[in-house]
């Protein structure tokens, strides 16, 4: 799974990477002392690193729980979000993160209890209450077999049920979920794009027949679950492609029962975009047409205001408008 296994030497003795590091055995370790001294190297190559990367186990210091990006969110609480990982097992073109970071390494802060602290300090400056997403910088279900995300931090928002916790994920990796006694205040948000976008650019992640299947168990189990159609790419198709995914979705779920769904266009800060296209200067996708507002970059398509209202409509034929928001 992992090529190497690097352990900051400050928490090289913590029970949590100890039992980590006990169920690979066959896997090279190598200590060092702090993580930015392998993920932040210079001139690593992020393309060639995917194909094996390594795991970095380290402990996160300064702020652990930040403020969401503006529009990130479902309602009008506060919104906050944590990164206990960086970086994601799957592979998504689009994914903004192969522009953050110079290293396709992952990242695992193994010091749950500092974050757990962090959160219930922003949970009381909040009067009990607050919305808090895991999955920002990483995807927290597909690693779970490795960091026990869940089995820490369910427990956690439990105690706190005025708090709402959403993971957003594509992995298949619920039986952690299924196992566990339903925590009414989490969400388990799964993204989704079309048929045609899934097999273009999104590599290594389940196809989306697994993923429903794995939301349908859960809101079997009585979990809140959650769909996020993005990113959006319109392209000469039309809406077919989204009239065969919204039928295939809403075959599968109770769209009546659905926590949320929000549609969200492709946007990522402009730096983040020219490092991507350096990766891969022949992907199709970056070679359309771009416009730029705010330092953020977004696909240019003359028709992109009208195709949005129309796959809007086409959504609101299967759910509420209470239930669905734009990701802006």
């Known amino acids: 799974m992992f090529s190497t296994i690097y352990i900051e ?46 795991l970095i186990l380290a402990k996160k210091y300064g702020n652990k729980v930040l403020a969401a990006p503006s529009g990130y969110g479902y309602n009008d609480s506060n919104s906050y979000y944590f990164s206990h990982m960086l970086n994601c097992v799957y592979d998504c073109r689009y994914c903004f993160l192969q522009g953050m970071y110079s290293s396709a390494n992952y990242v695992l802060f193994v010091n749950y209890e500092d974050f757990e602290e962090a959160i219930v300090e922003k949970i009381a400056e909040n009067n009990g209450g607050g919305v808090y997403y895991s ?80 939301l349908h168990k859960l809101q079997l189990a ?36 659905l926590h949320s769904i929000s549609t969200g266009l492709f946007r990522m800060p402009v730096d983040f975009h020219k490092r991507i296209v350096k990766l891969y200067p022949d992907e199709e996708l970056f070679a359309r047409p771009t416009e730029i507002k705010n330092g953020m970059i977004a696909l240019k398509n003359a028709q992109e205001s009208s195709h949005l209202v129309a796959i809007e409509k086409l959504l609101l034929s299967y759910v509420s408008h209470e239930q669905y928001y734009r990701c802006g």
């Open 9 to 54: 030497e400050e928490v090289l003795e913590s029970e949590r990477v100890r039992n980590l590091l006990a169920r690979f055995p066959q896997v090279p370790q190598v200590i060092c002392d702090r993580y930015g001294e392998v993920f932040n190297r210079k001139s690593q190559n992020f393309r060639l690193q995917k194909m094996a990367p390594a």
């Open 135 to 214: 999955g920002y910088d990483c995807d927290s279900l597909a690693l779970e077999p490795v960091s026990d995300f869940c089995s820490h931090f369910l427990p956690v928002f439990r105690r706190y049920p005025d708090a709402e916790l959403e993971i957003r994920t594509k992995s298949t990796q619920i039986r952690c979920l299924l196992d566990t006694e339903v925590v009414p205040n989490c969400v388990i948000a799964m993204s989704f794009t079309t048929n045609e976008a899934a097999r273009q650019w999104e590599h290594k992640v389940p196809s989306i027949e697994k993923r429903l299947e794995a």
């Open 222 to 257: 009585g979990w809140k679950v959650a769909i996020r159609f993005e990113p959006l790419v319109l392209g000469v198709e039309g809406l077919a492609p989204y009239e065969a995914l919204f039928a295939k979705v809403f075959s599968k779920l109770d769209g009546q029962r």
